[in-house]
């Protein structure tokens, strides 16, 4: 498979880098995108997919967004505003190329990014796979603040989509939201992504995507809980035992091959 490394100016003037996969003289590409603080460009799940359409004659594009993977910038100043930019600018990239980005793969928060582009711009993905689509921000939000605050207190107890209203404090969970010292185990996170988010729920921006879209979870997903899509996909693929990632090999060959056939033209 012939791979490039391909580097473009990001929202913000930082340079965003990205890995397309070429076969043959197709220039028709799938536009893959990555969720919270992961990286499109190296993680399985999106390799082994730009491997697969590769033998099916599809090239790919693996982008990383700003502060991402590959990509320079800092990763405290995004949201998922600017993150949408970054794939307007890659878009724009990729069409003065002359590739023809007619599909795009959303892992997580990119399902937010792709529901924060305008409806013109959606319209020209023919086919779209979400892979565990974090739409409803508003309440996982506040399921992964609970979640967070309970394991301090007592690890052994288990937080559910079910039960973590029951626990949930609002203020306090405003309070964190607007916390400028935030860190991940990587990255410090700014207030601006939960300030922008802790009211959002994107599914309605994706309803006209939906019949030509792709639903995959993982039935074991407790991260972005299959019960947190308060939408029906007419298309659907549950991976049983899946998890979050999907990545695991076992996970991989349940929804490979059906999202291969649903993307290549």
């Known amino acids: 498979m012939k791979t490039e490394l391909i580097e473009l100016i990001g929202c913000r003037g930082d340079t965003l880098r990205?890995?397309?996969?070429q076969s043959g003289m197709s220039h028709q590409v799938?536009?893959?995108?990555?969720?919270?603080?992961?990286?499109?460009?190296?993680?399985p799940k999106f390799k082994h997919l730009a491997d697969a359409l590769e033998r099916a004659g599809v090239a790919s594009f693996r982008l990383d967004f700003t502060g991402c993977?590959?990509?320079d910038g800092n990763f405290q100043q995004n949201t998922t505003s600017t993150y949408a930019e970054d794939v307007r600018l890659t878009l724009s990239y990729l069409k003065?190329?002359?590739?023809?980005?007619?599909?795009?793969?959303?892992?997580?928060?990119?399902?937010?990014?792709?529901?924060?582009?305008?409806?013109?711009?959606?319209?020209?993905?023919?086919?779209?796979?979400?892979?565990?689509?974090?739409?409803?921000?508003?309440?996982?939000?506040?399921?992964?603040?609970?979640?967070?605050?309970?394991?301090?207190?007592d690890p052994s107890f288990r937080v559910t989509?079910?039960?973590?209203?029951?626990?949930?404090d609002e203020d306090a969970f405003g309070e964190d939201c607007a916390r400028a010292?935030?860190?991940?185990?990587?990255?410090?996170?700014?207030?601006?992504?939960?300030?922008e988010n802790k009211e959002k729920n994107y599914v309605e921006k994706v309803e006209?995507?939906?019949?030509?879209?792709?639903?995959?979870?993982?039935?074991?997903?407790?991260?972005?809980?299959?019960?947190?899509?308060?939408?029906?996909f007419p298309n659907q693929l549950i991976v049983k035992n899946g998890d979050h990632e999907l990545e695991r090999p076992d996970l991989i060959k349940q929804w490979l091959p059906d999202a291969v056939k649903f993307l290549v033209p």
């Open 208 to 232: 006209l995507l939906l019949h030509r879209a792709l639903l995959v979870h993982g039935s074991g997903d407790d991260t972005v809980p299959l019960e947190s899509l308060p939408i029906i």
């Open 161 to 168: 989509w079910g039960n973590y209203a029951k626990f949930l």
């Open 30 to 43: 799938v536009l893959m995108l990555h969720g919270f603080e992961r990286a499109a460009s190296s993680e």
């Open 69 to 71: 993977g590959l990509s």
């Open 18 to 21: 990205g890995v397309l996969s």
């Open 96 to 153: 003065e190329r002359d590739f023809l980005p007619y599909a795009v793969v959303t892992h997580s928060l990119a399902a937010c990014v792709l529901a924060s582009l305008d409806a013109e711009t959606q319209e020209e993905f023919e086919r779209v796979v979400f892979i565990a689509p974090a739409l409803n921000q508003k309440q996982l939000l506040r399921y992964w603040f609970v979640k967070n605050h309970i394991k301090k207190k």
């Open 181 to 195: 010292d935030k860190m991940s185990k990587a990255n410090f996170v700014g207030a601006e992504y939960f300030l």
